[in-house]
């Protein structure tokens, strides 16, 4: 049986994603949510052929759950079923990636607006946690998945803060391109200094109250990915759709 185990976990109940927890969670739930993050992680890489009974062994649960979680992962666009024949890893697709990134700065932009005018301290002091434990990973590469987790989580607490925890999931359905793309560019030089000092950055616009500042800091933290496709697809063909 594997190990559920996630190293994040702790942090992600504190601050309130019972839909990350392990407990009570469906088998279908927890087959789908590992199977997604090895896909995201590049762990499976585009192309991988995944084996109904082999993942089923694996993961000791009947062929059903595993089913119903590639339909799951199909309807994200992360696999494709073949009836009969194979489930395959899909290859990122460019398109993909630039509508969830226009979704995601349109959403992010309005929630940053209403925090910086509406910002509980609990909510400050969570982000700024977050940081820190971002900063304790930052300069161990071995860590780089547990890292973009917490990215995740950050961006959920914003949305939660707001009042709008439910976007998260919407977001999370159309962002699996657009998250394998952004684990392709986190070994990049620099990168996730980067992210840490936007994170700060954001936070600091949340402080001063300032909607204008909040809402500039997201937008360019939302897009220094998205400005490099062309160069990750240059450095990484075998991992994007052509045509």
Known sequence: MMNMGNPIAT???????????????????????????????????????????????????????????MQRLEAEGLVRIYPQSRTIVTRIDADQIHEAHFLRVAVEAEILRHLAQHCPDTVLSRLKTI?????????????ITSFQ??????????????????????????????????????????KIKRIVEDHKIIVAALEARDPEAAVAAIRQHLSQTVSRVDQLKAKYPDFFKTG
């Open 11 to 69: 942090v992600m109940d504190r601050f309130g994603d019972a839909d990350r927890s392990s407990a009570g969670v469906s088998a279908v739930s927890r087959t789908f949510d590992h199977l997604r993050q090895r896909i995201i992680s590049l762990q499976l890489p585009p192309d991988a052929v995944l084996s109904r009974t082999e993942l089923a062994k694996q993961y000791d649960v009947s062929q059903t759950p595993v089913r119903e979680a």
């Open 131 to 143: 940081i820190m434990m971002q900063e304790a990973l930052a300069g161990n590469p071995d860590e």
């Open 149 to 190: 987790e917490l990215d995740e989580v950050f961006h959920q607490t914003l949305m939660a803060g707001a009042g709008q925890a439910g976007l998260h999931a919407v977001l999370r359905a159309q962002s699996g391109h657009l998250n394998r793309v952004r684990r392709l560019d986190l070994p990049g030089e620099g």
